[in-house]
């Protein structure tokens, strides 16, 4: 007890020593200053907004800038960044991103993996790109948001995927199934209210199982070997068909030149024996006896071997070489 | 005894700032409080910021305000139609009577075993009451058939759907939960996942259904090559007919046009013309290899023996 009480006494003896203490005091009010300062003013950076809180109780959201605020605590601010777009993955991780971006080789199979409306299974990796819609919702509403998120994008990314076939997923449908889980997603978090704006659901990689990928590929190939077939036949078709065409052409051109002849021909042959018969007309008997007489003249002069016989003898007798006669002009004369 | 004096009041500041403090409460935004009295709860505090209280005899308790999560196991349930599946299920609550649920469940930790009783045997029910395919799908939507496939698919149609059912779990779920001061907000079917031995067994399924698509796109291909080659047998015989009609018809006309020009002038004289045209062909039909045998009794020779 004494020695407290020496302790006390050599303690306040101490006090009056009037330089000792003014530069106590003078430190206590620079700390004080300075925590006044710190707790007064804040910034808010273009990216965010703050949220400020008195005794707890939410009292305003503040823009960029510089700000003022109650003092030691009173008032306190969270800063929120309403504009930068955050994301998750589903069923992949990137694990550097860049230019080529380095996918983690673990799979997520358990996110991924989920079933078709007809009962098939299919692997589905997507990205939620998000940003925080309403900082005082997202703050005060939901804990742990980012999981909520997650949670309800693979909720709503199955109900999608739950409502088609594994071909509309792994073919045409890709664009609908991430606009409606981007619906789906919006509409759960908004009756959660966590204040979570979803920018976009996209799908990246949707393939069958590992286990049926060969079958999958093989649907592929016939579809391939399928539309091959049927190129080489209209190939064929288009080589022999425009070929046929043109030979059928070309038979009825052959056949119009053939009439074209034909009337042509009989009209010539008409035209010079009408005008012969009108000349012979005229001179029936002289004509006719002298056509005869040009013609055999023409036969016998081309004729090699020719035997004339007196209608009188009764043997094969030769006469002369026949050549000799056809050559006489004399005789052809003679005969007319 | 300034000394002691200065003590006294040291003391009593002391104290009186710890009065203040201890009568002072702040309750924040994301969170209520219950305060009791000798450990018995006497009031609830729902609205955030600063409070007063009795000190040293009240103390608080904080409970969250916010939604809360639950996730579940992944459990494996028989749906009705006997297959095995694995249902994963998250849900959301929140503490809507922090007074009751302090007093039925003290903490948060010992509302997820509640809630894990209640959710799950909730879902195990409905999951087992249900097909499987009402529990995959949402609605009656038509599913996108590959192009090739031609066989017709009964679409089941669906009763209830995935949404439906979760309304329901939520709703059958929620009739417990008050009791614990809790809301459920929200029940939802994380994954279903076919059990490892159904999987396989899918699996099969889906590699026969592709390679009978696989089948049909290759009888597709030689249907096809059939069809074409046949249009082409077709169209060529079809071609080459109608040209030969066309050319015959062509030839036929003009024989006839020229047969009636060759009538009308030879029947001026038929005689004059069997004449000339005999004429006309004996160049021809007596060539030089011919043997011509005459006798002067012919018209031409006649003379060979006389002028009369």
């Given at each position: 007890?004494?020695?407290?009480?020496?302790?006390?006494?050599?303690?306040?003896?101490?006090?009056?020593?009037?330089?000792?203490?003014?530069?106590?005091?003078?430190?206590?009010?620079?700390?004080?200053?300075?925590?006044?300062?710190?707790?007064?003013?804040?910034?808010?950076?273009?990216?965010?907004?703050?949220?400020?809180?008195?005794?707890?109780?939410?009292?305003?959201?503040?823009?960029?800038?510089?700000?003022?605020?109650?003092?030691?605590?009173?008032?306190?601010?969270?800063?929120?960044?309403?504009?930068?777009?955050?994301?998750?993955?589903?069923?992949?991780?990137?694990?550097?991103?860049?230019?080529?971006?380095?996918?983690?080789?673990?799979?997520?199979?358990?996110?991924?993996?989920?079933?078709?409306?007809?009962?098939?299974?299919?692997?589905?990796?997507?990205?939620?790109q998000?940003?925080?819609?309403?900082?005082?919702?997202?703050?005060?509403?939901?804990?742990?948001?980012?999981?909520?998120?997650?949670?309800?994008?693979?909720?709503?990314?199955?109900?999608?995927?739950?409502?088609?076939?594994v071909?509309?997923?792994?073919?045409?449908?890709?664009m609908?199934?991430?606009e409606?889980?981007?619906?789906?997603?919006?509409?759960?978090?908004?009756?959660?209210?966590?204040?979570?704006?979803?920018?976009?659901?996209?799908?990246?990689?949707?393939?069958p199982?590992?286990?049926?990928?060969?079958?999958?590929?093989?649907?592929?190939?016939?579809?391939?070997?399928?539309?091959?077939?049927?190129?080489?036949?209209?190939?064929?078709?288009?080589?022999?068909?425009?070929?046929?065409?043109?030979?059928?052409?070309?038979?009825?051109k052959?056949?119009?030149?053939y009439?074209?002849?034909?009337?042509?021909?009989?009209?010539?042959?008409?035209?010079?024996?009408?005008s012969?018969?009108?000349?012979?007309?005229?001179?029936?008997?002289?004509?006719?006896?002298?056509?005869y007489?040009?013609?055999?003249?023409?036969?016998?002069?081309?004729?090699?071997?020719?035997?004339?016989?007196?209608?009188?003898?009764?043997?094969?007798?030769?006469?002369?070489?026949?050549?000799?006669?056809?050559?006489?002009?004399?005789?052809?004369?003679?005969?007319? | 005894?300034?000394?002691?004096?200065?003590?006294?009041?040291?003391?009593?500041?002391?104290?009186?700032?710890?009065?203040l403090?201890?009568?002072?409460?702040?309750?924040?935004?994301?969170?209520?409080a219950?305060?009791?009295?000798?450990?018995?709860?006497?009031?609830?505090?729902?609205?955030?910021?600063?409070?007063?209280?009795?000190?040293?005899?009240?103390?608080?308790?904080?409970?969250?305000?916010?939604?809360?999560?639950?996730?579940?196991r992944a459990?494996?349930?028989?749906?009705?139609?006997?297959?095995?599946?694995?249902?994963?299920?998250?849900?959301?609550?929140?503490?809507?009577?922090?007074?009751?649920?302090?007093?039925?469940?003290?903490?948060?930790?010992?509302?997820?075993?509640?809630?894990?009783?209640?959710?799950?045997?909730?879902?195990?029910?409905?999951?087992?009451?249900?097909?499987?395919?009402?529990?995959?799908?949402?609605?009656?939507?038509?599913?996108?058939?590959?192009?090739?496939?031609?066989?017709?698919?009964?679409?089941?149609?669906?009763?209830?759907?995935?949404?439906?059912?979760?309304?329901?779990?939520?709703?059958?779920?929620?009739?417990?939960?008050?009791?614990?001061?809790?809301?459920?907000?929200?029940?939802?079917?994380?994954?279903?996942?076919?059990?490892?031995?159904?999987?396989?067994?899918?699996?099969?399924?889906?590699?026969?259904?592709?390679?009978?698509?696989?089948?049909?796109?290759?009888?597709?291909?030689?249907?096809?090559?059939?069809?074409?080659?046949?249009?082409?047998?077709?169209?060529?015989?079809?071609?080459?007919?109608?040209?030969?009609?066309?050319?015959?018809?062509?030839?036929?006309?003009?024989?006839?046009?020229?047969?009636?020009?060759y009538?009308?002038?030879?029947?001026k004289?038929?005689?004059?013309?069997?004449?000339?045209?005999?004429?006309?062909?004996?160049?021809?039909?007596?060539?030089?290899?011919?043997?011509?045998?005459?006798?002067?009794?012919?018209?031409?020779?006649?003379?060979?023996?006389?002028?009369?």
């Amino acid at each position: 007890m004494d020695f407290e009480k020496d302790g006390i006494e050599e303690f306040l003896r101490r006090i009056p020593r009037r330089r000792k203490r003014k530069i106590v005091v003078t430190a206590i009010i620079v700390v004080v200053a300075l925590i006044f300062f710190r707790t007064t003013f804040y910034t808010v950076d273009a990216q965010s907004v703050g949220v400020v809180q008195l005794f707890g109780k939410y009292t305003r959201t503040t823009q960029p800038g510089l700000h003022f605020m109650i003092p030691f605590g009173i008032e306190t601010v969270t800063k929120v960044p309403v504009t930068r777009i955050l994301s998750q993955e589903f069923g992949f991780r990137t694990q550097k991103p860049g230019v080529r971006t380095v996918r983690s080789q673990k799979v997520f199979l358990n996110e991924s993996l989920m079933l078709t409306g007809d009962l098939n299974v299919v692997v589905v990796e997507w990205i939620v790109q998000y940003k925080i819609g309403d900082p005082r919702a997202y703050l005060f509403n939901v804990n742990r948001v980012e999981e909520t998120i997650r949670d309800v994008s693979e909720a709503a990314m199955r109900q999608v995927v739950g409502d088609r076939s594994v071909d509309g997923v792994l073919t045409v449908e890709r664009m609908q199934i991430g606009e409606e889980a981007t619906l789906k997603m919006q509409e759960i978090l908004d009756r959660y209210g966590a204040g979570i704006q979803i920018v976009t659901v996209k799908l990246q990689n949707v393939t069958p199982p590992d286990q049926v990928k060969p079958a999958f590929n093989a649907v592929n190939e016939a579809k391939q070997e399928k539309e091959t077939m049927i190129n080489e036949a209209m190939k064929e078709y288009n080589t022999i068909i425009p070929r046929a065409s043109g030979d059928a052409e070309k038979m009825i051109k052959e056949a119009e030149g053939y009439a074209i002849d034909r009337v042509n021909r009989a009209e010539g042959d008409a035209a010079r024996f009408l005008s012969l018969w009108k000349s012979y007309s005229v001179a029936k008997d002289v004509t006719r006896r002298r056509l005869y007489m040009e013609t055999m003249s023409t036969v016998l002069s081309q004729v090699e071997k020719k035997y004339i016989i007196d209608e009188d003898e009764t043997g094969i007798l030769r006469v002369l070489p026949l050549d000799e006669l056809g050559g006489k002009s004399s005789l052809r004369g003679g005969g007319k | 005894m300034g000394n002691i004096k200065q003590i006294i009041i040291a003391v009593v500041g002391l104290l009186a700032i710890f009065v203040l403090f201890s009568s002072f409460y702040t309750v924040d935004q994301r969170e209520q409080a219950v305060i009791t009295q000798f450990g018995n709860p006497v009031r609830v505090v729902i609205d955030p910021g600063l409070h007063v209280k009795i000190p040293f005899i009240q103390e608080i308790r904080f409970f969250e305000k916010r939604i809360l999560e639950w996730d579940g196991r992944a459990t494996q349930i028989p749906t009705k139609d006997k297959k095995f599946i694995l249902v994963d299920t998250y849900a959301r609550w929140r503490i809507i009577d922090p007074l009751k649920f302090y007093q039925s469940v003290s903490d948060e930790l010992g509302a997820q075993t509640r809630l894990d009783n209640v959710i799950e045997s909730t879902v195990r029910d409905f999951i087992t009451e249900n097909p499987l395919i009402e529990v995959v799908r949402n609605s009656n939507q038509v599913l996108v058939q590959s192009e090739g496939e031609e066989i017709e698919r009964v679409d089941v149609v669906i009763q209830t759907g995935r949404q439906k059912l979760t309304r329901a779990i939520l709703a059958k779920a929620s009739e417990m939960t008050p009791a614990y001061g809790i809301e459920l907000i929200d029940v939802e079917v994380k994954h279903i996942n076919y059990v490892q031995s159904v999987r396989e067994k899918v699996f099969g399924r889906m590699i026969a259904e592709r390679e009978r698509i696989a089948e049909q796109y290759r009888s597709e291909g030689q249907g096809g090559r059939s069809r074409i080659l046949g249009d082409m047998e077709k169209d060529l015989k079809k071609i080459t007919s109608e040209a030969y009609r066309t050319a015959e018809e062509i030839k036929g006309k003009a024989d006839g046009q020229s047969t009636k020009i060759y009538a009308s002038a030879y029947k001026k004289d038929p005689d004059f013309y069997s004449f000339t045209k005999a004429l006309e062909s004996y160049p021809d039909a007596i060539g030089k290899e011919s043997w011509l045998i005459l006798t002067t009794d012919s018209d031409f020779f006649r003379y060979l023996k006389s002028v009369r």
